[in-house]
């Protein structure tokens, strides 16, 4: 397993852990983005990952930092929180389980009132289920969340478009 201290820019650290740093709650960034070489992250390595996550009940590992990218493995139970990214576009490769994806709509409190970017669900998406191989494309800008999953793991690249 390769990971190290990093700085991470524009982020808050706020603990070091397993060699790599966690920022936010639930983010651990390992590496890096190398920007003279390729970086591979072979399926053993993957699979440990994905293993440690379980063990520490996290749901987002950045495998590389690029400041206007990023490349994630997601894990959730359940639901997460809808959200909508300004700026960065995601896209996804499902590795693992289902759930049902939202997008579009509007993004709402808990009392259904309008919220920016972050919130507890979308009014008006569009539902579908997604599943292991799927590829999903989330323009920036677009609301999206998991509503239910009994589980999903997705490949998670993200980079910011031009201000």
């Given at each position: 397993?390769?990971?190290?201290?990093?700085?991470?820019?524009?982020?808050?650290?706020?603990?070091?852990?397993?060699?790599?740093?966690?920022?936010?709650?639930?983010?651990?960034?390992?590496?890096?983005?190398?920007?003279?070489?390729?970086?591979?992250?072979?399926?053993?390595?993957?699979?440990?990952?994905v293993?440690?996550?379980?063990?520490?009940?996290?749901?987002?590992?950045?495998?590389?930092?690029?400041?206007?990218?990023?490349?994630?493995?997601?894990?959730?139970?359940?639901?997460?929180t809808?959200l909508?990214?300004?700026?960065?576009?995601?896209?996804?490769?499902?590795?693992?389980?289902?759930?049902?994806?939202?997008?579009?709509?509007?993004?709402?409190?808990?009392?259904?009132?309008?919220?920016?970017?972050?919130?507890?669900?979308?009014?008006?998406?569009?539902?579908?289920?997604?599943?292991?191989?799927?590829?999903?494309?989330?323009?920036?800008?677009?609301?999206?969340?998991?509503?239910?999953?009994?589980?999903?793991?997705?490949?998670?690249?993200?980079?910011?478009?031009?201000?």
């Amino acid at each position: 397993m390769r990971t190290r201290m990093l700085p991470v820019a524009g982020l808050c650290v706020l603990t070091a852990f397993l060699g790599g740093i966690v920022v936010g709650a639930q983010v651990q960034v390992r590496e890096q983005a190398p920007t003279d070489r390729a970086a591979d992250f072979p399926l053993a390595e993957l699979e440990a990952i994905v293993q440690e996550m379980d063990a520490e009940q996290r749901q987002t590992v950045r495998l590389l930092e690029g400041g206007s990218y990023n490349v994630n493995i997601r894990r959730i139970r359940g639901g997460e929180t809808a959200l909508m990214h300004p700026r960065t576009i995601d896209v996804w490769v499902v590795r693992e389980g289902s759930g049902t994806l939202v997008t579009g709509g509007q993004i709402v409190d808990e009392n259904g009132e309008p919220v920016e970017q972050r919130g507890a669900a979308i009014r008006g998406g569009e539902e579908r289920e997604i599943g292991v191989g799927d590829l999903v494309f989330i323009p920036a800008g677009v609301p999206h969340g998991i509503r239910e999953t009994d589980g999903i793991t997705w490949f998670n690249i993200r980079f910011d478009t031009l201000p």
